[in-house]
């Protein structure tokens, strides 16, 4: 049964606009939530995270925003750049632990 | 700083075949960390190194796979034998320390592509 679930595969947007990738999760026992960002070929790189008791963390472009009572968790991109098209992947830690469980990815494609 | 080295990038055998891959974390990284990634899914962890010794493998098939970081440095992933269904990316990450209550970010290496014939 998937923890962290990415129910959109994919998502197109125009540069200059915004992207908007969604993360639902199941239990409300997780205290670390990240994103990372993965370009074919490479391993995926740290992006931005948020803890559990946080509802919002910025930084530059991308804004993370934590609904604890949604279980849900949600990556702004503003303004997209063609460069931020990847995959990206939502992760959650557990309890001090280090071990990561990444939800399936959304593949983001920003159009000039 | 060097990132997390990975050999070798691409790998193809036939099944019952063994395998082995290579790990160098980023100096000073006292966590290792192997994943496997099945295309289409996210990253899964196998097996978690704090410096020599396992903090966590529950999830890597003890039957088939082994893991070891002798030195607390580098690290070898090997699968013996392989199986179809161990085609994946399998990806080296390291961090800081442990624990880092999840604010110390993995650094991932770019990974070994395993194809099984």
């Known amino acids: 049964d998937q923890q962290v679930k990415q129910n959109s595969p994919s998502l197109s947007v125009q540069e200059g606009r915004i992207s908007i990738l969604n993360c639902d999760y199941t239990?409300?026992?997780?205290?670390?939530f990240l994103w990372y960002k993965k370009y074919p070929a490479e391993g995926p790189t740290f992006l931005i995270s948020?803890?559990?008791?946080?509802d919002k963390n910025e930084d530059g472009r991308f804004t993370v925003f934590l609904n604890k009572s949604a279980k849900h968790l949600s990556l702004h991109i503003v303004p997209s750049q063609p460069g931020d098209s990847a995959v990206y992947f939502c992760a959650v830690t557990q309890g001090g632990s280090e071990k990561l469980v990444f939800g399936k990815g959304t593949k983001l494609t920003v159009n000039p | 700083e060097a990132g997390v080295a990975q050999s070798p990038r691409y790998k193809i055998i036939e099944k019952r075949q063994s395998v082995a891959f290579w790990c160098n974390p980023i100096?000073?990284?006292?966590?290792l960390y192997w994943y496997q990634q099945i295309l289409g899914q996210g990253p899964k962890l196998l097996i978690q190194?704090?410096?020599?010794?396992?903090?966590?493998d529950s999830q890597l098939p003890k039957d088939r796979f082994s893991a070891e970081r002798l030195k607390g440095v580098d690290s070898t992933l090997k699968i013996q034998p392989a199986k179809l269904e161990d085609s994946a990316v399998y990806l080296c990450?390291?961090?800081?320390?442990?624990?880092?209550?999840?604010?110390?970010?993995?650094?991932f290496g770019d990974g070994t592509r395993l194809s099984i014939l």
């Open positions: 190194f704090q410096n020599n010794g396992v903090v966590d």
């Open positions: 239990n409300s026992m997780f205290d670390y």
């Open positions: 990450a390291s961090s800081l320390d442990w624990p880092t209550a999840g604010n110390q970010p993995q650094h």
């Open positions: 100096s000073g990284h006292a966590t």
């Open positions: 948020i803890s559990s008791i946080k």
